[in-house]
Antibody, heavy 120, light 112 residues
């Protein structure tokens, strides 16, 4: 069965960076985009960007340009999202989610989420 | 960016009654070459990731109960829960994937 298993919770200081991992299993990792979405406490869902695990190509939301880097390691079917220059308002649950290359199909599976807390 | 606007922000419905959630996009999400709306609905329960309920505005994901239905086209969409069950208490989000991804603000459904 399809599973996306994310790394554990993180506590970071303002200005630091965080790197969240998302290990995929149960499907061909290079056959689907990996999206990253975050959710601040009690708030809605915010798209951050995607990576094409096959080519390594990325598309970032304008809001995060210059601060986010999405990478992957195909040998271990794992995607990564690194966010730098953290601010207090980056405190959120970060999700990875897979989306078929056939763009007409939706995001269908999500990781369990990783809580990143930015605190001094 | 396509802006998704949901209404209401919250609603309370009696068990067995109908719940209706609306979603409006700032531009059409209907892809003319295949006549499909790139619009999905998700359910999120506390402490859980979102779960896909509906895609193409009206196609139920495998395993989703048939009390959930979606309708609409272009810029105006509706999610209907025909007979609310206790396990349907959640926040519901619409999402467009016509152009990257954007989400509505969410609608919290509670039991009256």
């Amino acid at each position: 069965q399809v599973q996306l298993v994310q790394s554990g919770a993180e506590v970071k200081k303002p200005g630091a960076s965080v790197k969240v991992s998302c290990k995929a299993s149960g499907y061909t990792f290079t056959g689907y985009y990996m999206q990253w979405v975050r959710q601040a406490p009690g708030q809605g869902l915010e798209w951050m960007g995607w990576i094409n695990p096959n080519s390594g190509g990325t598309n970032y939301a304008q809001k995060f340009q210059g601060r986010v880097t999405m990478t992957r390691d195909t040998s271990i079917s794992t995607a990564y999202m690194e966010l730098s220059r953290l601010r207090f308002d980056d405190t959120a649950v970060y999700y990875c989610a897979r989306k078929p290359f056939e763009w007409e199909l939706p995001v269908d599976y999500w990781g369990q989420g990783t809580l990143v807390t930015v605190s001094s | 960016d396509i802006v998704m606007t949901q209404s209401p922000d919250s609603l309370a419905v009696s068990l067995g009654e109908r719940a209706t959630i609306n979603c409006k996009s700032s531009q059409s999400v209907l892809y003319s070459s295949n006549n499909k709306n790139y619009l999905g609905w998700y359910q999120q329960k506390p402490g859980q990731p979102p779960k896909l309920l509906i895609y193409w505005a009206s196609t139920r994901q495998s395993g989703v109960p048939d009390r959930f239905s979606g309708s609409g086209s272009g810029t105006d969409f509706t999610l209907t829960i025909s007979s609310l069950q206790a396990e349907d208490v959640a926040v519901y989000y619409c999402q467009q994937y016509y152009n990257t991804l954007t989400f509505g603000g969410g609608t919290k459904v509670e039991i009256k």
